[in-house]
């Protein structure tokens, strides 16, 4: 069975800084997509960036970008710049391709100090 | 805007009493999951579905049903709620074209049972 380890259950930073959210994930399979989803205290779950396993190249979305290390299955979310709104817990998730569900870690809760 | 709708943002029921939680999407996904959320634990899937009248159970499924009789409509009974069903419910669809897809996600249910 496919699992994702989130090694970190909190963090925190300090606003403007730069934090970086780690992620293991175990599978035997080659082609898998890796997400990182964001709930903030509102609770609805949204998606802050993927990233394809046979695309080498790392996912960036503005202030967010991942270290995607296959070979170490190594998924880590990069914040810059962090802003108050950043504060919510985080959640690394896995899938094969094709028709199957999301498998989630346990979740990072960040915090952002002012 | 895509939207994944669950009936009740807030649930408390008493021991023993059937629960429906109620889930709907406007997105035409023919995927749709259930999944349980507590501190610690992350997202555990409970049931999902890939097409109407058809379902999997997950990795937590006992204790729980789904009904899926409507391609927009997902339904998750507790056939006789108990206390350890105390939880946070996420309600998610996704389209099955390509494994990268992202899943989308209802504002949860926060079930009290007492």
């Known amino acids: 069975a496919q699992t994702v380890t989130q090694s970190q259950p909190e963090m925190s930073v300090q606003e403007a800084e730069t934090v970086t959210l780690s992620c293991t994930y175990d599978?035997?399979?080659?082609?898998?997509?890796l997400f990182w989803y964001k709930q903030p205290p509102s609770r609805q779950m949204i998606l802050v960036i993927r990233?394809?396993?046979?695309?080498?190249q790392n996912a960036t979305e503005n202030r967010f970008s991942v270290n995607f290390q296959k070979a170490a299955k190594s998924f880590s979310l990069k914040i810059s710049d962090s802003q108050l709104g950043d504060t919510a817990m985080y959640f690394c998730?896995?899938?094969?391709?094709?028709?199957?569900?999301?498998?989630f870690g346990k979740g990072t809760r960040l915090s952002v100090i002012a | 805007d895509v939207k994944v709708t669950q009936s009740s943002r807030y649930l408390v029921k008493r021991t023993g009493e059937k629960v429906f939680l109620e889930c709907v999407q406007d997105?035409?996904?023919?995927?749709m999951f259930w999944y349980r959320q507590d501190p610690g634990l992350g997202l555990r899937l409970i049931y999902f579905?890939?097409?109407?009248?058809?379902?999997e159970k997950g990795d937590i499924p006992e204790g729980y049903s789904v009904s899926r009789e409507k391609k927009e409509r997902f339904s998750l009974i507790l056939e006789s709620a108990s206390t350890n069903q105390t939880s946070m419910y996420l309600c998610?669809?996704?389209?099955?074209?390509?494994?990268?897809?992202?899943?989308?996600f209802g504002q949860g249910t926060r079930l009290t049972v007492v």
């Open positions: 998610a669809s996704s389209n099955p074209r390509g494994g990268g897809t992202e899943a989308f």
């Open positions: 599978t035997s399979e080659n082609n898998y997509y």
């Open positions: 997105m035409d996904h023919e995927n």
């Open positions: 990233q394809e396993a046979y695309k080498q």
């Open positions: 579905s890939y097409d109407v009248k058809m379902k």
């Open positions: 998730a896995f899938r094969h391709s094709g028709n199957t569900p999301l498998v």
